[in-house]
């Protein structure tokens, strides 16, 4: 029985995973979509995931790879997934993808969204799990300029955990830019790029937000694009209000997965 090459796209809510990465003990995205695979396939199936999100990450798009025999067509392989995987994750598609596709590595750019809630309801227990509650209104002009001071290709250590060594810390952001959410309750941060670094979008965030209520100078988002280090950087923001969107293949045979992608 021979193996076949499969994409899938999982959405999930971050709250109840500690990340995407199989840990020995804690549940993880990646272990409990393998469970299932291998409930399925009886063997274990490794799987590549696009990207890694932090504990409490959500998750609009996460591409994932893996190879499964090829008896399985895709449509059954996705409905025999969501009966053996959990309600907070959900096969929203899967596809025959290229001979040794690797979400990863194959990928030429990701994408990212944060969301705030600056009114009261925030705070709401139907709001606050799936979004950052400020509570308070932020100046959505200095957001807007903070972000455009992230565009082009930087060295984002500066905006990255410590102890995260890496061969270089360079990442290209082709499109960064904060909008005002449909309910007007609070704005919507998309941000696209050739690779990310651990945590690097909650640190610009968290970064942003301090400038755009005015407890930290437009001109410190430049002055960190130069540091060397972490250390003078604004908190992270909190990872309840991240989204990975997913992200983007130059393969024509992934057409169907970039278009997913592109209308979240």
Known sequence: MADTSFYTILQYVGGGFAGWQRQPSDRTVQGVLEDGLKQLVGRRVVTHAAGRT?????ALGQV??????DHWSPDDLRRALNAVTPPDLWIADLGSA???FHARRHASARRYRFVIGCDAAAVSPFRRPYEWALGEPVDLDALGEAARLFRGQHDFRPFSSVGQEKPHYRCKIENCEWRE???REGFIFDVEADRFLHRMVRFMVGAM?????????MSDISALLEATNN???SPPAPPHGLYMLGAL???DELKRVNAFVIDR
Not at 54 to 58: I, N
Not at 64 to 69: G, I, K, L, R
């Open 54 to 58: 932090d504990s409490g990450v959500h």
């Open 64 to 69: 994932v790879s893996f190879e499964a025999p």
């Open 249 to 251: 293949y130059p393969h």
């Open 209 to 217: 937000v301090d400038v755009a209520r005015t407890r930290r100078p």
């Open 231 to 233: 250390a003078e950087a």
């Open 181 to 183: 959410r449909p309910d």
């Open 98 to 100: 290229p001979a040794g």
